[in-house]
């Protein structure tokens, strides 16, 4: 076997891990919050050694990050290129759908990112979802154009984070009233909020 097809052969068994492991994990939260389960159930669900697990992973804290993130993944803005870097409202209103179809279809996940904070408080699983976004809203504020110099001095990661902490806020309003209004209603009133703040901000 050459060296290239080594390495082939072991990135693809890494991939195979990091896969199996995702998939026992998804199933695994729709009978148990993260608090409950253990590395060792994690690796009996994917049927893998707990060896295995912990050449990938210190514990289940940096397992939890990686898995998150991987998800995060999945509500990525594909078309905001498409979006002149100027309009933010529609760069915003984009990441919102996102993130609600991103609700409608991981539900135990969102159980157990945006449970606590729908009575209050605040995880580390929030914390790292919170964080993603942030870095989302703040590379694409700084794609608009002049928008630093009409600031004042204020950082872009301090604007997104006030527009990411409203967001995150809405929608657990939006859940916790039993959703009052429609998706795309809801999308529309951040996109409204958004577009006034900034344009408050540039004044």
Same mark, same amino acid.
């Given at each position: *076997?050459?060296?290239?097809? $080594?390495?082939? $052969?072991?990135? =693809?068994?890494?991939?195979?891990?990091?896969?199996?492991?995702?998939?026992?994990?998804?199933?695994?939260?729709?009978?148990?919050?993260?608090?409950?389960?253990?590395? /060792?159930?994690?690796?009996?669900?994917?049927?893998?050694?707990?060896?295995?697990?912990? =050449?990938?992973?210190?514990?289940?804290?940096? #397992?939890?990050?990686?898995?998150?993130?991987?998800?995060?993944?999945?509500? =990525?803005?594909?078309?905001?290129?498409?979006?002149?870097?100027? @309009?933010? !409202?529609?760069? #915003?209103? $984009?990441?919102?759908?996102?993130?609600?179809?991103?609700?409608?279809?991981?539900?135990?996940?969102?159980? %157990?990112?945006?449970?606590? !904070? %729908?009575?209050?408080? @605040?995880? *580390?699983?929030?914390?790292?979802?919170?964080? !993603? %976004?942030?870095?989302?809203?703040?590379?694409?504020?700084?794609?608009?154009?002049?928008? /630093?110099? @009409?600031?004042?001095?204020?950082?872009?990661?301090?604007?997104?984070?006030?527009?990411?902490?409203? *967001?995150?806020?809405?929608?657990?309003?939006?859940?916790?009233?039993?959703?009052?209004?429609?998706?795309?209603?809801?999308? @529309?009133?951040?996109?409204?909020?958004?577009?006034?703040?900034?344009?408050?901000?540039?004044?």
């Amino acid at each position: *076997m050459t060296p290239n097809n $080594r390495i082939k $052969r072991e990135d =693809q068994r890494v991939q195979r891990t990091y896969r199996v492991l995702k998939e026992a994990f998804e199933r695994l939260l729709s009978q148990k919050s993260i608090s409950q389960l253990t590395v /060792q159930e994690i690796c009996d669900e994917a049927e893998i050694r707990r060896t295995t697990f912990y =050449q990938h992973f210190r514990d289940k804290n940096h #397992f939890l990050e990686w898995f998150i993130r991987e998800k995060q993944q999945e509500f =990525q803005d594909d078309g905001a290129s498409a979006i002149p870097p100027d @309009q933010f !409202g529609e760069h #915003f209103a $984009r990441l919102a759908g996102s993130v609600l179809k991103y609700i409608n279809s991981n539900e135990a996940l969102i159980r %157990l990112l945006l449970g606590a !904070g %729908l009575q209050g408080s @605040q995880t *580390m699983e929030v914390e790292v979802l919170f964080r !993603g %976004l942030v870095e989302d809203i703040t590379n694409r504020l700084e794609m608009v154009p002049g928008l /630093q110099d @009409q600031l004042d001095g204020m950082p872009i990661p301090l604007l997104a984070e006030f527009f990411v902490s409203g *967001m995150l806020s809405a929608f657990r309003w939006w859940l916790g009233n039993d959703k009052p209004c429609s998706e795309e209603k809801l999308i @529309q009133y951040l996109r409204w909020m958004a577009e006034s703040r900034l344009s408050y901000e540039k004044q």
